[in-house]
């Protein structure tokens, strides 16, 4: 094991990305239970667009680091990404008790929940999100989720108003401004 990553940190060092990986993938296989080989070759296989690889991997992944919010909140993502809603709302319920404050985890969550046609439950999460530690532009592209979400679900006239609703939450009502879509 040990070997290996030291192998692969050599290639990935000197632009040798698929040994790198090569080197990595064999690490993983001598310890399964190892995290940091997983991380490697998630982000080896993001650079090189292999999206099946990598969900399989943070599936993996997920399972063994069941209290890291960035590998649960990676997952609901990728699975959003290849379009497997069901899975991305078991990944997601899962995501939202280890990132109970995490904006993203919320939104992403919300999201899922949207996409397997629990629209109230989405805008549970997206008023959730509202609730943690967030950036303007945060607030900006959870806004574009959820009018994206609300017109999917044929409610148009309130996506039309989902600024209007962030600026009615209580963490928006003594703020003097809030972003624009």
Known sequence: YEVRMI????????GGEKEARDHFEKASEHDPL??????????LYRKADESEKELALLQRWAKLSEH??????ALVAQLLKAEKYDDAKRAGELAIWVDLAGFETHRLYGKALARTGDIKGAEFEFQ??????????DITKLSATWSEELERAGQKARAKNVMEIIAKSPVFRSSASVPSR
């Open 34 to 43: 190892a995290v940091e080989p997983l991380g490697l070759l998630a982000t």
């Open 7 to 14: 192998l692969g940190r050599l290639h990935l060092g000197s």
């Open 128 to 137: 959730s999100a509202l609730l943690c530690p967030s950036k303007p532009e």
């Open 68 to 73: 890291d919010p960035m590998v649960h909140r």
